[in-house]
Each structure stands twice: as structure tokens, then as C-alpha cells.
């Protein structure tokens, strides 16, 4: 408020200096104007470069938070307030979420055995899905069989992408359909942009992990036959 006060004060003995018309309260008026505006400035910076600082370090105490959780694998939002973890010794998955940095985390604990399907969602399009094959249909609600369509890659819709992300179905009853963002713009980019092209690698990086998964619990779960 004193920084807006400050620059507002600034801006009004800038004008009174244009305004009256003897030269020496003119020069006066000027010189505070600037003086003020400077000052405002300078503040602004300041304010700046502390909440900058603040940010900083409760990033990297978030990142310390999150890496802190037992993992083999894992990956951390870039705001350090997602992150998605893999325990191969304890054969658990992780998905961490915080809503703010200041507030506490929500850790959501899913045992590999309990993951039926994953999936890959391009603005609300699938364009992956592996799933237990012991399971009739798909568990996210859609029809998910992927399909080679014919798409025109001059379409202006077709080269832009706005949201990636990874949609993944447990046996959870209260929470069974997880969800980790790995692109999420307000403004759509471009396929050949480098923000895209990374966001897409990670995402098909950690659907391979996750259908690995899926796949050695199906085979565990077929039954064995007796032969007598």
C-alpha cells in the first residue's frame, strides 16, 4: 500500500508540476514528483526481490518435503506442489499434491497391486490407455479404444495443445481416479514448441512405468489351472 501511495504521490506533483505556471514551483513540483516515483520504485524492487526470495525458499522446502517420502522414481512439478513417486521396495505409488506451499501435503498411497488402468489425456482426448486385461471394458468411464484416425496436421486445432496429463485408476474407493499434470497452459502451444515436446517425454516416460506395473500384476493374477 505506502509502495501504490508512493508512485500515486509521484504521478500527482508530476502533473501539478505541468499544471502551474511559475517556473520555480514548477521545478519544485517536478523534482518531488521524480523523487517519489524513484522511491516507489526502488520499493517496488525491494518488495519484489523479498517475496521472490520467499518463494525460493519455500519451493525448495516443499522439493525437500517431497523427496523426503521413500521413492525409487519420481517426478516434481515445476511449482513444487505435485509430484508423483514410485517405491519399488515397498511396490507403492505416491501422489503428492498441495494446494498452496503454505498449506500441508495430501498424500495419496496406492499399493501397485491396486492400479487397473492408466492412461494418457490430451485435452480430453486419449490418445494411450493400457489397462489389466482381467478387466472387461475401461474403468475411467469412456470408450477407450484408441483408434488410428486420419488427422490433418495443417488443422490449426490438431497443433496446439493446452493440457497432458496422466489419468490413473485404483482400487480406491474414495479417490479411484488419480491424476498428474504434466502440461497445463491457459494459452495453447504449439506441438513443435520444447515446453510440449519435454511435458510429452516425461508423461509417455511414466505411462510406460505405470503400464509395466499393470502388466507384471495381470500376470500374477491369472489363475493357475490344476491338472489332475
Same mark, same amino acid.
Given at each position: 500500500?505506502? &509502495?501504490?501511495?508512493?508512485?500515486?504521490? *509521484?504521478?500527482?506533483?508530476?502533473l501539478?508540476?505541468?499544471?502551474?505556471? &511559475?517556473?520555480?514551483?514548477?521545478?519544485?513540483?517536478?523534482?518531488?514528483?521524480?523523487?517519489?516515483?524513484?522511491?516507489g520504485?526502488i520499493?517496488?524492487?525491494?518488495?519484489q526481490y523479498?517475496?521472490?526470495?520467499?518463494?525460493n525458499?519455500?519451493?525448495?522446502a516443499?522439493?525437500?518435503?517431497?523427496m523426503?517420502?521413500?521413492?525409487t522414481h519420481?517426478i516434481?512439478?515445476?511449482?513444487?506442489?505435485?509430484?508423483?513417486?514410485?517405491?519399488?521396495? &515397498?511396490? &507403492?505409488?505416491?501422489?503428492?499434491?498441495?494446494e498452496d506451499?503454505?498449506?500441508?501435503?495430501?498424500?495419496?498411497?496406492?499399493?501397485?497391486?491396486?492400479?487397473?488402468?492408466?492412461?494418457?489425456?490430451?485435452?480430453?482426448?486419449?490418445?494411450?490407455?493400457t489397462s489389466?486385461?482381467?478387466?472387461? *471394458?475401461?474403468?475411467?468411464?469412456?470408450?477407450?479404444?484408441?483408434e488410428?484416425?486420419?488427422?490433418?496436421?495443417?488443422?490449426?486445432?490438431?497443433?496446439i495443445v493446452?493440457q497432458?496429463?496422466?489419468?490413473?485408476?485404483?482400487?480406491?474407493?474414495?479417490?479411484?481416479?488419480?491424476?498428474?499434470?504434466?502440461?497445463?497452459?491457459?494459452?495453447?502451444?504449439?506441438?513443435?514448441e520444447?515446453?510440449?515436446?519435454?511435458?510429452?517425454?516425461?508423461c509417455?516416460?511414466w505411462?510406460?512405468?505405470?503400464?509395466?506395473?499393470?502388466?507384471?500384476?495381470?500376470?500374477?493374477?491369472?489363475?493357475?489351472r490344476?491338472?489332475?
Amino acid at each position: 500500500m505506502k &509502495t501504490f501511495f508512493l508512485l500515486f504521490l *509521484g504521478i500527482i506533483y508530476l502533473l501539478l508540476a505541468k499544471s502551474v505556471e &511559475t517556473a520555480i514551483f514548477s521545478n519544485v513540483y517536478f523534482l518531488i514528483g521524480i523523487g517519489l516515483l524513484i522511491a516507489g520504485i526502488i520499493r517496488f524492487l525491494k518488495e519484489q526481490y523479498i517475496s521472490n526470495n520467499r518463494l525460493n525458499e519455500m519451493k525448495e522446502a516443499s522439493e525437500e518435503e517431497l523427496m523426503a517420502i521413500p521413492h525409487t522414481h519420481c517426478i516434481i512439478s515445476n511449482d513444487c506442489l505435485n509430484a508423483l513417486l514410485l517405491n519399488e521396495p &515397498t511396490n &507403492t505409488l505416491f501422489l503428492v499434491s498441495r494446494e498452496d506451499l503454505e498449506e500441508d501435503l495430501i498424500k495419496k498411497e496406492i499399493s501397485f497391486n491396486k492400479i487397473y488402468e492408466v492412461a494418457i489425456v490430451e485435452d480430453e482426448m486419449y490418445i494411450a490407455r493400457t489397462s489389466n486385461s482381467l478387466i472387461s *471394458g475401461s474403468l475411467l468411464g469412456e470408450d477407450l479404444d484408441i483408434e488410428e484416425e486420419e488427422c490433418d496436421e495443417e488443422d490449426p486445432e490438431y497443433n496446439i495443445v493446452s493440457q497432458l496429463k496422466l489419468k490413473i485408476v485404483a482400487d480406491n474407493l474414495s479417490d479411484p481416479i488419480l491424476e498428474y499434470v504434466f502440461l497445463d497452459n491457459g494459452e495453447p502451444i504449439s506441438r513443435e514448441e520444447d515446453e510440449y515436446q519435454e511435458a510429452l517425454e516425461l508423461c509417455e516416460e511414466w505411462f510406460q512405468k505405470i503400464s509395466v506395473i499393470i502388466k507384471r500384476y495381470e500376470l500374477e493374477r491369472v489363475p493357475i489351472r490344476q491338472w489332475q
